[in-house]
């Protein structure tokens, strides 16, 4: 079966840090992957996405990057975080062969909170 | 491009009271939705879906929604609620367009209590 890693499950950093979220899939091969932002009461944002290794699209303008070294490893990274770049982080992958017509499936989520 | 719109952001209900929980979609093409199920400091968890076929759809624990076009709706339902029921639900709908990528709504907070 498929199983979704997210790590760490809680981060505290200060402002002007940098940051490293990583994400890895198990048990199935060329997953489309996804990292959310969830902010209090605005529900869940698309950040980035990538249908293979090195192929990353961004939604929205931001502070942040992401990175696909290996196919079933997803990272978010930051070089210098601000206040704004809190909140909880949410990594989910979905069969690539089924393109839409299929769910997403949600790690655990890391809550970051930049002080 | 595509919505979603949960006007209720939080349902108080007592245990084994029915509940509804509204979900509205906008979009030109044809869609798929969902609904997910968050529970606090957790990932988010598929309760049911619409791809195709039946406009009824049911999870395992007892809810159902049904998938309205002519409304654009997809509301989540069950007829009586658990404590355990209390978390955070999510609507998502996403296009046909060869790639998933899930639209939300901002959530519904349900509240089940004794």
């Known amino acids: 079966s498929q199983t979704i890693h997210q790590w760490p499950a809680t981060l505290v950093q200060p402002v002007g840090s940098p940051l490293s979220l990583e994400c890895t899939v198990e048990?199935?091969?060329?997953?489309?992957l996804y990292w959310y932002r969830q902010a209090a009461g605005r529900g869940l944002q698309l950040l980035f996405y990538s249908v293979g290794i090195g192929q990353i699209s961004s939604e929205v303008p931001q502070n942040l990057s992401a990175s696909r070294p290996q196919d079933r490893q997803f990272i978010l990274s930051s070089k210098k975080l601000l206040l704004s770049d809190s909140g909880f982080y949410l990594c989910?992958?979905?069969?690539?062969?089924?393109?839409?017509?299929?769910?997403?499936?949600f790690g655990q989520g890391t809550r970051l909170t930049v002080v | 491009a595509q919505s979603v719109t949960q006007l209720d952001s939080q349902v108080p209900v007592f245990e084994e009271a029915p509940v509804e929980l509204r979900c509205n979609y906008s979009?030109?093409?044809?869609?798929?939705l969902f609904w997910y199920v968050q529970y606090p400091n957790q990932g988010l968890q598929l309760l049911l879906k619409?791809?195709?076929?039946?406009?009824l759809v049911e999870s395992i624990n007892g809810f159902e929604a049904e998938f309205n076009k002519s409304q654009t709706s997809f509301h989540l339902r069950k007829p009586s609620v658990h404590i355990s029921d209390t978390a955070e639900y999510f609507c998502a709908v996403t296009v046909n367009t060869g790639f998933q990528k899930l639209v939300f709504g901002t959530g519904t907070r349900l509240l089940v209590s004794p």
């Open positions: 619409y791809l195709s076929g039946s406009t």
């Open positions: 048990g199935t091969s060329n997953p489309n």
């Open positions: 989910a992958w979905s069969p690539r062969r089924q393109g839409a017509r299929t769910e997403a499936f």
């Open positions: 979009s030109s093409v044809s869609v798929y």
